[in-house]
């Protein structure tokens, strides 16, 4: 009877692991594409050919597998790759493939403060951007649409792609979410500024074809994906002469987020809106709010002199 061969067994691995984010712990299909590719790197470069090479794992392998990938990746992509092995050891041990928590031997990845702050828009900046797209052409009406699912309400490149004219609910003034980040649908408020301008773009700029996604390629007609949504938003960054460190969709949701912050809301009325799971996950945009924080800091006391 043939052995398996290392790669074939590697690929059983990898099969049990997909199907246990996506049924059991129910990520997005691009988070288990992302921790799928960390993964299989992982284990052609320790290198394990069955689960049961696993156990043969020490911390010493897990720290020299990560110093080695320092060398091509930022701290910020270094710690989602130790993220995602992390997760991995603990599936690992719940399988019996290992008897230790592994998991707790994956280091800690230092990332300085300026790795985490995100960048956003000024109130200014984010005017010019909307202003920006001719909507007395069809591509500028889908645009504005595009940009204002994402400015207003915090949507994800991907989210808004996935957009389909039955999520529309024009009655109840809210918009169905199938297809987030975490896998679980919800809604979002259909704001009037963000319906008005998906009313008119479904009027008078969309193609008339039998595709339900709300936002479409023109030539040749087809569904947008996350990229092309994100794409719309580089060019009219570019157009407008704004830079910023990492142009794209996410941008927005970042400035929507950051601009509650200024205006008073709350940490946790932000992550309700920005559907995270976590508060922490949240967090991050407490620096924004400047003001607050230096209402809340007290003068440093002088010196007294008798």
Request: aromatic residues 6%; charged residues 20%.
């Amino acid at each position: 009877m043939k052995k398996s061969s290392p790669i074939l067994r590697r690929q059983e691995i990898l099969q049990a692991y997909d199907h246990y984010l996506r049924e059991v712990a129910g990520l997005s299909l691009k988070t288990c594409d992302n921790h799928a590719r960390d993964i299989t790197h992982f284990l052609e470069a320790v290198p394990i050919g069955q689960p049961t090479e696993l156990a043969k794992l020490s911390p010493v392998d897990l720290t020299r597998y990560l110093t080695a990938r320092s060398a091509d990746y930022q701290p910020a992509s270094l710690r989602q790759v130790a993220g995602s092995l992390r997760q991995f050891l603990r599936f690992a041990q719940q399988q019996g493939w290992t008897n230790q928590p592994l998991n707790l031997a994956v280091p800690r990845i230092a990332c300085g403060a300026k790795n985490d702050l995100p960048a956003y828009l000024s109130q200014q900046e984010l005017d010019l951007l909307l202003d920006s797209w001719d909507c007395s052409r069809a591509q500028g009406q889908r645009d504005l649409a595009i940009g204002l699912c994402l400015a207003r309400l915090g949507m994800r490149a991907g989210e808004v792609a996935a957009l389909k004219l039955e999520d529309l609910d024009w009655r109840q003034g809210i918009l169905r979410l199938n297809h987030s980040k975490n896998g679980h649908p919800g809604t979002l408020p259909l704001v009037v500024e963000v319906g008005e301008s998906i009313a008119k773009y479904l009027r008078a700029g969309r193609p008339a074809c039998s595709y339900r996604q709300v936002f479409l390629f023109h030539q040749p007609v087809r569904p947008m994906d996350g990229r092309a949504i994100s794409q719309v938003i580089e060019r009219a960054l570019r157009r407008c002469g704004i830079q910023v460190p990492r142009p794209g969709a996410h941008l927005l949701r970042h400035t929507v987020a950051s601009h509650l912050v200024q205006n008073g809301a709350s940490l946790k009325e932000v992550a309700d809106l920005l559907r995270h799971r976590h508060l922490n996950s949240a967090a991050l945009y407490a620096h924004v709010d400047v003001a607050h924080l230096r209402s809340a800091t007290q003068p440093w006391p002088k010196e007294v002199r008798l």
